[in-house]
């Protein structure tokens, strides 16, 4: 992998509709090794969390007093807490970690980090969920990868 795929595979770890559902394939097939792919994109899907809490307690703050991001804010807040409180909110931690282990869209880094916020769970814990979840999705994100649609194969009767 060059530097060039180095910088694409973190953006694509950091942003919110790829995460590691695209940083991961994307490294691999630019010649990453598993291991070296699955560490590189957790390690910066991971960041998401603390990225997302500085912003909510800065720069959302002052963007709150423009009307379109405002509007805009509320509508996405809607959104997540109507994905993710049923889930989150009965198990707390668990359920943030088991929400973003989930790697399909919408159910990442970004939206398990702002729904526990929007559900007031404590920041450090949080982060450390958030954590967790991307571990896990990232193994399954690699596996599947690794193996193909093949993968899947052991969830389907063969008729």
């Known amino acids: ?17 790829s ?13 990453a090794g598993p291991l070296i792919a699955y560490l590189y994109c957790v390690a910066f899907n ?8 500085l912003f909510l307690s800065t ?5 709150l007093r423009m009307a379109w991001y405002s509007s805009l804010f509320e509508r996405v807040v809607e959104r997540t807490r109507k994905k993710i409180e ?5 198990f707390e931690y668990l359920g943030i970690t088991l929400f973003v282990a989930i790697p399909l869209p ?17 920041r450090k814990r949080t982060m450390l969920h958030v954590l967790f979840g991307v571990a896990i999705s990232g193994a399954i994100v690699l596996t599947v990868s690794l193996l193909g649609i093949e993968a899947f194969s052991i969830f389907t009767k063969q008729v």
């Open 86 to 90: 049923a889930k989150v909110s009965r």
């Open 1 to 17: 992998m060059t530097f060039h795929h180095y910088v694409v595979t973190a953006l694509l770890s950091l942003a919110p509709i």
């Open 59 to 63: 720069l959302h703050k002052l963007f």
């Open 106 to 122: 919408v159910t990442g880094a970004w939206t398990g980090t702002l729904g526990a916020w929007l559900l007031g769970l404590e």
């Open 46 to 53: 991971a960041l998401v969390a603390p990225v997302v809490y």
């Open 19 to 31: 995460e590691l559902r695209g940083a991961i394939p994307f490294a691999l097939a630019k010649g």
